[in-house]
């Protein structure tokens, strides 16, 4: 399991957006409730990329489609940090 900064520092895939469309869930991912998931742009440049989380709370897959888009979800009070599977 790899640690929050090492993520940031080898891993961060361009500028940071906020997305606060869901009452429980915030952009890394986050929730400070129920389960929950955030569908999020990371950029075209990343299409049918597949990504996993990185801190292994969320089991599955994430594939980015055509667009850049994919969706992203979290465990209850959990927090998710998805990366490209190398």
Same mark, same amino acid.
């Given at each position: ?7 940031? &520092? *080898?891993? %961060?895939?361009?500028?940071? =957006? @906020?997305?606060?469309? !869901? ?20 950029? &075209? *440049?990343? %299409?049918?990329?597949?990504? =996993? @989380?990185?801190?292994? !709370? ?29």
């Amino acid at each position: 399991m790899a640690n929050l900064l090492q993520l940031r &520092k *080898k891993q %961060a895939y361009g500028e940071e =957006r @906020d997305y606060f469309d !869901h009452p429980s869930c915030i952009a890394v991912v986050l929730s400070n409730g129920d389960k929950g998931f955030k569908s999020m742009e990371i950029g &075209k *440049k990343f %299409a049918r990329n597949v990504l =996993r @989380d990185a801190l292994g !709370h969320c089991e599955g897959e994430v594939l980015i489609n055509e667009k850049g888009w994919g969706e992203f979800h979290c465990e209850a009070g959990s927090v998710s940090v998805w990366a490209i599977c190398e």
